[in-house]
C-alpha cells in the first residue's frame, strides 16, 4: 500500500513537465564541484594540477602533488536570486544564507631516501560540498496570456477533474477518492474543491466550485534547503614526479527539503462560489550514497600535466522520502449550500527507495609557466540518462524509461588560471555545464564566471573566491496528459521562464605543518 501511494502522490504532483521522478533524478546527478576557495576562484580547473584538497571530488591523483602535511577548510556565503516570468507577470525573490564548503587533512610522507622511484604517498580524509539546494522562488501571474486572445485560461483543478475521471475508470467510486490518494484528490475532496449535485435526470455529477477558463490570479511559492556533501577518504603515491596515481572513496551525504504553496484567487466579481484555495506541500530527502574515483595524472615535460579520472556511478543505498500535503480552500460547498471555509491535512507519507547516479570522465590539461602561474582546462562527461530508481518490491520500469527517454550525456568543460606576483595569487575562471534536456526540452545550461585572490604565507595561506553561475529554465505549474483516451487530453500552464543566479563568497585558510 505504502509504494501504491507513493507512487500516485508523485505522478499527481506533476510540478514539472517530466514528473517529480525524473526531476529528482536530475538534481541528484548534477554537481557543480565546490570545494576550496582557490578551486572555486579558477573555475573548478585543478583536476591536472593538484595540490589542493578539491580534487579528491575530481581527481584524486592531484592528491599525489602533497609533499606536506596539510590542512584546509572553507566558508562561503551563497546567495541565490530567481527572477521568474509567467503570463507577461515578472516577479523575483533572494535568498542568502551561509554554510562550509570544504574541510580536509592531508598526510604526505616520503618514501625511501630520496632517488628515483616512488618518492611519496598521501592520505587524505575530509569533506567537499558537491551540490548547494538553498534557493527560493516565486511565481505570480494570470492563468493565460493576456496579450494572447487565443490562449485559453486553465486551473490546477482541471488536473485533478482529469485524474478523478482516471479513478472512474479504474473502477473506484468517489467515496474511495481518499484511499486512491490521500494526499491531494482526496483534500480537495474534503475542502469541496470537488462535489457532488444531481442534475435534470437525477444522476449524480462531479462539479467544482472553482470555475473552468475564468481569469484567475495564480501564485507559487517554492523555498528548498539543503546540500551534497562527500565525505572523502583517498590515498596516494608520487612515482618520480612524473607520475602521480590515487584513488578515492567518495560517501555523499544529500538532504533536501522543499516547501511548496500553490494558490488560486478569483478576480471576477462575477463568480459566486469561488474565492480562492491553495495547497501546500512539504517534501523531505535524505540518502547516503558511496562510489570510488579513480585518478592519474602525468608531467612529460616540466611545463605540461596531463590528467585523467574515472568515477564509478554513485550508488545511494538508503535514500527515503517523507512528505505531506495540506490544501485549504474558501468555496461555495453545493452538497451543503452554504459556504465552507477550512483545510484538510493529508498523512505523512514515507518512502525508502535507491537510486544510481551516472558514472564520470574527466580529461584535463595544464600549462606551467616556472613559478609564475599556470593555465589549466578540463573536460567532463556525465551521463545522465543512465540514472535508475529502484525498490524492493517495485522496479521504477516506466519512470527509469522517461529518465531515459527525457535526459541525455553531457560535456562539462571548466578553465581557470592563476598567476603569481610575490606572495600574492591573482586567479580567474569559467565553467560551462552542458543542458541535460533530450530535443530542447529544456534550457538548464549552466555558466559560471569566477575570481579570486590568495596570500602564501611560510607556513600558511588565505584564499578568496567569488563565482556567479546563471541558468535560465521553463518551468510548469501543473501538467497533465493521456494519449490512451479518444481524442487524447493534454493540459499544462503556460511556460515559467526562470532566470536563476547563484554568488558564492568563498573564503578558505590553509595550513601546510612543516617537516620535523
Known amino acids: 500500500m505504502k509504494r501504491i501511494l507513493f507512487i500516485a502522490a508523485l505522478i499527481v504532483l506533476q510540478i ?36 589542493d584538497f578539491s580534487v579528491l571530488s575530481t581527481n584524486p591523483g592531484g592528491l599525489a602533488v602533497f609533499r606536506s ?28 544564507m551561509f554554510d562550509i564548503s570544504n574541510i580536509g587533512y592531508v598526510i604526505s610522507k616520503q618514501i625511501g631516501r630520496g632517488g628515483r622511484g616512488w618518492k611519496y604517498w598521501q592520505f587524505g580524509v575530509g569533506m567537499n560540498r558537491l551540490n548547494n539546494y ?38 473506484y467510486g468517489i ?72 584513488a578515492t572513496v567518495g560517501v555523499p551525504y544529500l538532504r533536501y527539503i522543499r516547501e511548496t504553496t500553490y494558490e488560486e484567487y478569483n478576480l471576477d ?17 535524505i540518502g547516503w550514497g558511496i ?31 517523507t512528505w505531506r500535503t495540506y490544501t485549504y480552500s474558501n468555496v461555495f460547498a453545493y452538497s451543503d449550500n452554504t459556504w465552507h471555509s477550512g483545510g484538510s491535512d493529508s498523512p505523512v507519507g514515507e518512502y525508502k527507495y535507491k537510486l544510481t547516479t551516472p558514472m564520470r570522465f574527466i580529461g584535463s590539461l595544464a600549462f606551467v609557466i616556472k613559478e609564475i602561474g599556470f ?4 573536460y567532463e562527461y556525465a551521463g545522465y540518462s543512465k540514472t535508475k530508481f529502484s525498490a524492493k518490491g517495485y522496479g521504477f520500469e516506466s519512470e527509469n524509461d522517461i529518465i531515459k527517454n527525457s535526459f541525455k550525456g553531457v560535456s562539462n568543460i571548466r578553465v581557470g588560471t592563476e598567476w603569481r606576483i610575490s606572495k600574492i595569487s591573482l586567479r580567474a575562471g569559467y565553467a560551462i555545464y552542458g543542458s541535460p534536456y533530450k530535443d530542447n526540452l529544456n534550457d538548464g545550461k549552466r555558466q559560471s564566471f569566477s575570481g579570486g585572490i590568495g596570500y602564501r604565507g611560510e607556513n600558511f595561506a588565505i584564499d578568496f573566491a567569488y563565482v556567479r553561475s546563471t541558468m535560465d529554465e ?29 554568488q558564492n563568497f568563498v573564503l578558505s585558510v590553509r595550513y601546510f605543518f612543516k617537516k620535523k
Open 175 to 246: 467515496d474511495q477518492i481518499n484511499e486512491y490518494d490521500p494526499f491531494y484528490l482526496g483534500p480537495a475532496w474534503n475542502t469541496y474543491l470537488f462535489d457532488t449535485i444531481r442534475n435534470a435526470d437525477n444522476d449524480l455529477i462531479l462539479v467544482s466550485p472553482v470555475p473552468y477558463q475564468t481569469d484567475m490570479e495564480q501564485r507559487q511559492t517554492i523555498n528548498t534547503k539543503g546540500s551534497n556533501n562527500e565525505f572523502l577518504v583517498a590515498a596516494s603515491a608520487n612515482f618520480d614526479d612524473i607520475l602521480y596515481i590515487g
Open 134 to 171: 538553498n534557493g527560493s522562488v516565486f511565481i505570480k501571474g494570470l492563468n493565460r496570456n493576456p496579450d494572447d486572445v487565443n490562449d485559453i485560461a486553465s486551473s490546477r483543478i482541471d488536473v485533478y477533474y482529469e485524474q478523478i475521471l482516471d479513478m472512474q475508470d479504474a473502477g
Open 269 to 285: 466579481d462575477t463568480v459566486t462560489t469561488f474565492d480562492h484555495w491553495s495547497v501546500y506541500d512539504e517534501l523531505k530527502t
Open 375 to 378: 593555465i589549466s582546462g578540463e
Open 291 to 321: 562510489n570510488l574515483k579513480l585518478g592519474a595524472v602525468v608531467r612529460p615535460v616540466d611545463f605540461m600535466r596531463i590528467g585523467l579520472a574515472f568515477h564509478t556511478p554513485t550508488y545511494y543505498f538508503s535514500m527515503k522520502d
Open 474 to 502: 521553463d518551468y510548469y505549474l501543473y501538467s497533465y496528459s493521456n494519449t490512451n483516451l479518444d481524442p487524447p487530453v493534454e493540459i499544462q500552464s503556460n511556460a515559467v521562464k526562470n532566470t536563476f543566479t547563484d
Open 69 to 96: 602535511n596539510d590542512f584546509s577548510a572553507s566558508i562561503e556565503a551563497y546567495s541565490s536570486k530567481a527572477e521568474s516570468s509567467y503570463n507577461r507577470t515578472a516577479t523575483d525573490v533572494s535568498k542568502t
Open 16 to 51: 514539472s513537465l517530466f514528473g517529480q521522478f525524473a526531476e529528482d533524478a536530475l538534481r541528484y546527478s548534477q554537481l557543480y564541484y565546490q570545494g576550496t576557495a582557490r578551486s572555486m576562484a579558477v573555475g573548478g580547473a585543478l583536476s591536472a594540477l593538484g595540490g
